[in-house]
């Protein structure tokens, strides 16, 4: 059975800083990229950024580009999102995803999801 497990979510004041975690466990992730989504209340989950195995290749939406940075360590099986300059419209729970293939932003691509951490920044 795959898992992964977020951490790292909380309250955080606009302006401020928060680092997501996302653990996985159960079988090999290798050739596994992983992402992130986010769903804030009352609006579909939506994409965040993704990172592929070998470490090259990265993706990030428009609406976090330049505040926002993916991470992983592949001998920890960990991934990371790193947030900085947060913003009110980016509370929202934020799941963690995995799929073997290409970075993609497209949520039916991944076939393993987190249960999700709630991030909330106040202004």
């Known amino acids: 059975q795959v898992q992964l497990i977020e951490s790292g979510g909380g309250l955080v004041q606009a302006g401020g800083s928060l680092s997501l975690s996302c653990a996985a466990s159960?079988?090999?992730?290798?050739?596994?990229?992983m992402g992130w989504f986010r769903q804030a209340p009352g609006k579909e989950r939506e994409f965040v950024a993704s990172?592929?195995?070998?470490?090259?290749?990265?993706y990030y939406a428009d609406s976090v580009k330049g505040r926002f940075t993916i991470s992983r360590d592949n001998a920890k099986i960990t991934g990371y999102l790193q947030m900085s300059s947060l913003k009110p419209e980016d509370t929202a729970i934020y799941y963690c995803a995995a799929r073997r293939g290409a970075v993609t932003s497209l949520q039916s691509n991944y076939n393993y999801w987190g249960q999700g951490t709630q991030v909330t920044v106040s202004s």
């Open positions: 990172i592929n195995w070998s470490l090259r290749n990265t």
């Open positions: 159960g079988r090999t992730f290798s050739g596994y990229t």
